[in-house]
């Protein structure tokens, strides 16, 4: 760990060695303007380095002179030793309003998985177990049937009772049995309620006990990612997502729940996931080096209509008054039978839902997340197009969802991009020059930006009042990187040779207005599901936010843009894809299934439709933070201080 | 009814009216000239009717001054009254002789399905049973999932719990609830078990509840049965049988074990069995007037390598020592899964097998028939290609399986057939003569003899002294239908002029030496069975047969032979097809699927081939009784006062 202080800032950061320089200014909120995302191509965002040593960060942009007077590009340079950096300004600024820059980031704590301590709360009940047997060879006075003999020992030797044994196992028992002198590694798969038989899965030639692995996949309207999973130790071996392939039929859940009333719609949409399915499938196995062969158990998780296409359920009835799914609660599927090209063996557990929009993707996150297990009052917020949100903990949940629209994975933003390689992902402006900061994921030339990156420039665009609380620009500010093409105001965030795209990359007007609207909705379905149990905002013990808009979020900026409530952010989690965590706990643990069923009786779900307050409280939601100013008391006092600093600087 | 009284015999016998005739002379045990099967091509079963009326007999190989004096053909006369009917014979012939010629017929009483008896012992359990459902139609207050709505509705009104919804019901249910507003049929399979889960496997609109059906299968390696039946009452709505299409790849067990070892035997083994099933499944359905959809449940019983095969399970090992089968015991499948076209929701329960040789379909005839729940001591025989034997009563079950050839079934007889139209399937003898009496099944000119028949034949012949005990014809007697062709001595049973098939049906010695070795198996199978469980003959209680060797055996013509022991033949039983008795059991009452896997524990297998005395006891056992003619006492009666006669009259 090194430190490295900013001047004539005065901040200091602790950082791991060899951390990006200009990350690490960034995370410590000190701007240096940098439009190219951090390749090195502009060339702003020069600084010296007064003390210690850099790597890199030396092109042809930077004369002899410069790099013996230490001059180094910020973006390029990796920090080796304690630093001290000096960020070149305009001597006249104070530093008071250098610090108006950036705030340093605050962003949620990451919830990891921990297997020990589910090993603690004896939480950790493996759904699949590998046993090595070394049966004894048939004779005439011991010929008993393959299968017997299997189940016999098992018995006899190991205190297993109550076992049944699948079709495939019987199937391929004779040949299994004879290749390596009747010596045998039986998968058990174990019964999720205690008065379930184990069924023996599958069975090998000689000892496989260590080769046990799962599958954890999360089936999203847009992307499905999946992982495979060691049963031995919780890793994920390999991980991919790719797009869902029905975005052909329709980029939303409604669209698609049209596509799938036409005739033949309902199979073609179930083909086409089980084919997406089957492609990240092939892939996450090739990458693990496992043999499909040694997959145990594959858990899936999305939400009601994703569930029920990926099941060829009829889902009609889910956009209909009185919003109906078909089921909520699936039983164990063979993998195989769903045209998974898993085997024989492999079971396909699906997670239930609560109701038509709050699925199995939010009934994972609450699993996995282990909120459904704790004492803490907690609101879990699912960031995404659809906005879901639970707030309860062991002892009640309620649920309810409101729609969002797709503004936080980068949808309906003229350069929105989803959290991949070149989204603008992290922000600030100088306050004078208003000249960016931009950074992007991977380092490299900018193609768009992200919602985290959204949220971050509308956040400081508005706490610099370049916009208003309607998200409108002051046109009379002095730059060019503000103007109006074809009757919209935009800002220009990095210029077309900065990019990867061979145009500028823009932030629109519209794409704020859509921002706000999406974080109306979100913020406005917790306060309404927050009274309708009886509660405000000071109760909630802690936030679990989870959501594929972007690899972190920052706290303050969410909260100055009114999508969180204000609260302490170390009280506020971070887990991303809450349903590919649900999935992955479920692999690892049966405990999980074996709570998710009353867990699900026990989330009640309201219909923010029905509810005669969430209009108001929407449309009150639709500005910057909100109308009532009050809802957001730090950052009202920041928004008079600043006032306050102008005031006195001008 | 009417009572015939034949002359010169002055015998008696009460009969249906309507009845044929000829056959009231065979039951009578009175011996009429009939060459050709009863279809009145011969013209020698002419009689005198002296008393009452008869229906049709009247050919043209009757002279009107015959018919005037009262002659008719027997074979096509019909019984209308009480009739006094005189035989021709020739006068010198003492009536005690002529009642030498045939002896009545004493067939097994036939047991059948008693659904009134099985209520009463209350082990009556339907497996599957229909409710007819009002649901309260959805609001938005009330929007549960269908299933939910469902599954709540049964709990809270017909206290149904523990509940679980197939996958296809989840897939039908949302349209089938609103076809007729929230009227609905669903169909519960009741679990085996008791710790079990009732599924919910259909949902039907409006009320179903009179329409549940289930089908049980009999896969025999030669012929596959399937009956329709009512759930309501247990009536078999329509049966048929046809050829299993496995012939084509072998005849017998074995060849069709070595056919599934070829590169994609198996495969094609399985695929044709399925067609077969398939077929047959087509046929009933139709034939019962029975909806598809509204079929509930599939039961399936055959022998070992048959079960395998269906189940496509490499069966390889079963003919290697030491005869190992991949398993006995099979979850329950869904039918569809296995190729079977029945819907979705339908369960197929395969009857599990004791080993390699005593299969499903043995235990089918144990449960189906009773014997394990009965307090007597019942000595159970399933006569076919494999000789199957079960001892045993409620406490214990031994059971040994032996090779008996085809010869039961018509196989390895030079004019052997199944028992179908146009086999020669009761016979008698004139002792003066030698001419036959050939009754066929359908009462059309003889094609072959079935097993029956030949039993019958052979025992008649040797109590008639026209065989040995080796079962080879005296050459001595004058008749010319006592032939040699090719160095094989046989007897003509009816001239090619009289027959189907345009050749003389005739009757070899190689064809009662296949016989004396199926029922030297079968004998010996039984003896070393009961040795080996320290018992003997005059322990058992009751016999009861199976087996598809014919509609039925005559018990006398079957111990004269050898083939069962010497017991009263009141306690003799004959159930048919054991098989497709036992599967239309299991459809009926759960009792029984619940019971069958501890019989099949307890049912104690006998390798009689690693046996030491069998070998002995078959070799004794390879003649017309036995060796030890003291085994059959009144068969040795009879034989000691028929040779006091014959030398009385020579």
């Known amino acids: 760990?090194?430190?490295?202080?900013?001047?004539?800032?005065?901040?200091?950061?602790?950082?791991?060695?060899?951390e990006n320089l200009i990350r690490a200014a960034m995370e410590a909120g000190v701007h240096i303007n940098a439009s190219c995302g951090g390749e090195g191509v502009c060339g702003k965002c020069r600084v010296i380095v007064e003390d210690g040593t850099v790597e890199d960060g030396i092109t042809e942009m930077l004369s002899q002179d410069d790099m013996e007077k230490g001059y180094r590009q910020a973006c390029l340079a990796r920090i080796k030793s304690d630093l001290t950096v000096r960020i070149p300004v305009e001597s006249t600024i104070d530093a008071?309003?250098?610090?108006?820059?950036?705030?340093?980031?605050?962003?949620?704590?990451?919830?990891?998985?921990?297997?020990?301590?589910?090993r603690e709360k004896e939480l950790f009940v493996p759904p699949v177990e590998k046993k090595y047997l070394e049966l004894p060879e048939p004779t005439v006075q011991d010929n008993l049937p393959d299968v017997t003999r299997l189940v016999s020992f098992l018995k006899a030797n190991h205190d297993e009772h109550r076992i049944e044994v699948d079709l495939s196992v019987i199937r391929k028992i004779p040949a299994i049995l004879r290749e390596e002198n009747f010596k045998v590694t039986a998968t058990l798969a174990r019964p999720v309620r205690d008065s379930g038989k184990t069924r023996i899965i599958?069975?090998?030639?000689?000892?496989?006990?260590?080769?046990?692995?799962?599958?954890?996949?999360?089936?999203?309207?847009?992307?499905?990612?999946?992982?495979?999973?060691?049963?031995?130790?919780?890793?994920?071996?390999?991980?991919?997502?790719?797009?869902?392939?029905?975005?052909?039929?329709?980029?939303?859940?409604?669209?698609?729940?049209?596509?799938?009333?036409?005739?033949?719609?309902?199979?073609?949409?179930?083909?086409?996931?089980?084919?997406?399915?089957?492609?990240?499938?092939?892939?996450?196995?090739l990458k693990a080096g496992v043999d499909p062969d040694e997959i145990s158990t594959i858990t899936l998780a999305g939400n009601t209509t994703m569930t029920q296409l990926l099941l060829r359920i009829d889902p009609g009835y889910i956009r209909r008054f009185p919003y109906v799914p078909s089921a909520t609660l699936y039983p164990p599927l063979r993998a195989s039978g769903l045209g998974m090209e898993l085997g024989d063996h492999v079971t396909a557990l699906v997670y239930p839902a609560v109701s038509s929009y709050v699925g199995g993707d939010i009934v994972a996150g609450v699993m996995g997340s282990g909120m459904y297990r704790a004492e803490e009052l907690t609101l879990y917020m699912d960031i995404g197009t659809n906005a879901e949100i639970v707030i309860g903990n062991q002892d009640w949940l309620a649920c309810a969802a409101a729609s969002a629209g797709p503004a936080f994975e980068g949808g309906g933003i003229k350069l929105g991009m989803r959290a991949t390689e070149g989204?603008?992902?992290?922000?600030?402006?100088?306050?004078?020059?208003?000249?960016?900061?931009?950074?992007?994921?991977?380092?490299?030339?900018?193609?768009?930006?992200?919602?985290?990156?959204?949220?971050?420039?509308?956040?400081?665009?508005?706490?610099?009042?370049?916009?208003?609380?309607?998200?409108?620009?002051?046109?009379?500010?002095d730059t060019d990187r503000i103007r109006v093409v074809d009757d919209i105001c935009e800002y220009v965030l990095a210029w077309a040779d900065e990019t990867q795209i061979d145009r500028d990359v823009v932030?629109?007007?519209?794409?704020?207005?859509?921002?706000?609207?999406?974080?109306?909705?979100?913020?406005?379905?917790?306060?309404?599901?927050?009274?309708?149990?009886?509660?405000?905002?000071?109760?909630l013990d802690r936030i679990i936010m989870a959501g594929g808009f972007g690899s972190y979020v920052d706290l303050e900026k969410a909260m100055t843009i009114g999508l969180l409530p204000e609260i302490d952010p170390e009280r506020v989690m971070f887990i991303g894809n809450g349903s590919l965590m649900g999935a992955r706990m479920s692999s690892l643990t049966n405990r999980i299934r074996k709570d998710v069923v009353e867990v699900t009786k026990k989330m009640t779900n309201f219909e923010l439709s029905e509810t005669s307050s969430f209009m108001d409280k929407y449309v009150a939601a639709l500005f910057l933070p909100h109308t009532d100013m009050n809802q957001f008391p730090k950052l009202k006092a920041r928004l008079k201080s600043r006032k306050a600093l102008k005031n006195s600087n001008s």
């Open 507 to 539: 932030l629109t007007e519209p794409d704020i207005e859509n921002l706000i609207r999406a974080k109306g909705a979100m913020y406005s379905g917790c306060m309404t599901l927050l009274e309708e149990v009886g509660l405000n905002v000071h109760d």
């Open 423 to 477: 989204a603008i992902e992290d922000f600030s402006i100088d306050p004078i020059t208003l000249e960016p900061m931009n950074i992007t994921i991977g380092n490299v030339r900018p193609k768009g930006i992200c919602g985290s990156g959204l949220i971050i420039a509308v956040a400081t665009m508005f706490e610099m009042g370049i916009i208003d609380n309607r998200g409108k620009f002051d046109r009379d500010l």
């Open 1 to 18: 760990m090194h430190k490295v202080r900013f001047l004539p800032h005065n901040k200091e950061i602790t950082v791991p060695d060899g």
């Open 202 to 285: 599958n069975v090998q030639p000689g000892d496989k006990t260590d080769r046990n692995f799962a599958i954890a996949m999360d089936i999203g309207t847009t992307t499905i990612y999946g992982q495979v999973i060691d049963l031995k130790n919780g890793k994920i071996l390999s991980q991919y997502g790719d797009f869902n392939g029905q975005i052909s039929y329709g980029e939303d859940v409604i669209s698609r729940l049209v596509y799938a009333e036409k005739p033949g719609g309902l199979e073609t949409l179930h083909g086409v996931v089980i084919n997406t399915i089957n492609k990240i499938l092939k892939r996450i196995i």
């Open 96 to 118: 008071k309003v250098l610090n108006l820059q950036a705030t340093p980031r605050r962003t949620a704590r990451i919830r990891h998985i921990d297997l020990e301590e589910l």
